[in-house]
């Protein structure tokens, strides 16, 4: 298995709390990427990055803002967390962007109250 | 742009009866295509993939995909499931530096 890690795996927050979910790896791989996945909607892409320091936005981007100071941890941040944001958030790495797989995290379920 | 579209979002089958979960692409560039499976509670994890070569691609547990240019499609089948293929299927396309998902086929097996 790949050397994916989320943290925190589980966490409940309020409205308007800032919130940071942290991905970590291992495979020194140059892509990572972060998802929400909601019933209906399957797997919706938020911000990738490139290298360190180099991100961009996904498809739904608004709310979420992301930070890579070094190549194995890929931050998200929720500035004020909203209820449409409660969901379940997967970490993903990739060597090579689209042309190879991507692997995957064990996700972390947020859940805003 | 790239897009998949999966053609059923839920798929109820028989135990050891096949199985068929439609896939359908479109793209500008070279063709990558994948599918992942997502067990209840877990991460996505890859099935197979298809980057060149032949286009009968066989994958982990039993499950194989055709390539079919000309029809744009990446079916997934399996000829006889099993209680633990119950999950989501997830077919997925190059795109510039990422890969584009399709919403996901919920696969129910039924005793």
């Known amino acids: 298995d790949a050397g994916i890690t989320q943290s925190p795996r589980h966490k409940v927050t309020e409205t308007g709390t800032p919130v940071t979910l942290r991905c970590h790896q291992t495979?020194?791989?140059?892509?990572m990427y972060w998802y929400r996945q909601d019933p209906g909607h399957g797997l919706r892409l938020i911000h990738y990055?490139?290298?360190?320091?180099?991100?961009d936005k996904g498809e739904v981007s608004d709310g979420y803002s992301v930070s890579r100071s070094k190549t194995e941890d890929f931050l998200l941040t929720l500035e004020s967390a909203t209820s449409s944001q409660t969901s379940v958030y997967f970490c993903?790495?990739?060597?090579?962007?689209?042309?190879?797989?991507?692997?995957f995290g064990p996700g972390t379920r947020l859940t805003v109250t | 742009a790239q897009s998949v579209t999966q053609l059923d979002s839920q798929v109820p089958v028989f135990e050891e009866a096949p199985v068929e979960l439609r896939c359908n692409y479109s793209?500008?560039?070279?063709?990558?295509l994948f599918w992942y499976v997502q067990y209840p509670n877990q991460g996505l994890q890859l099935l197979l993939k298809?980057?060149?070569?032949?286009?009968l691609v066989k994958g982990i547990n039993g499950f194989e995909a055709e390539f079919n240019k000309s029809q744009t499609s990446f079916h997934l089948r399996k000829p006889s499931v099993h209680i633990s293929d119950t999950a989501e299927y997830f077919c997925?396309?190059?795109?510039?530096?990422?890969?584009?998902f399709g919403q996901g086929t919920r696969l129910t097996i039924n005793p």
């Open positions: 495979e020194n791989h140059r892509y």
């Open positions: 993903a790495i990739s060597e090579t962007g689209g042309y190879y797989e991507q692997y």
């Open positions: 793209s500008s560039v070279s063709v990558y």
């Open positions: 298809y980057l060149s070569g032949s286009t």
């Open positions: 997925a396309v190059r795109g510039a530096q990422k890969l584009v």
């Open positions: 990055s490139y290298g360190v320091k180099d991100t």
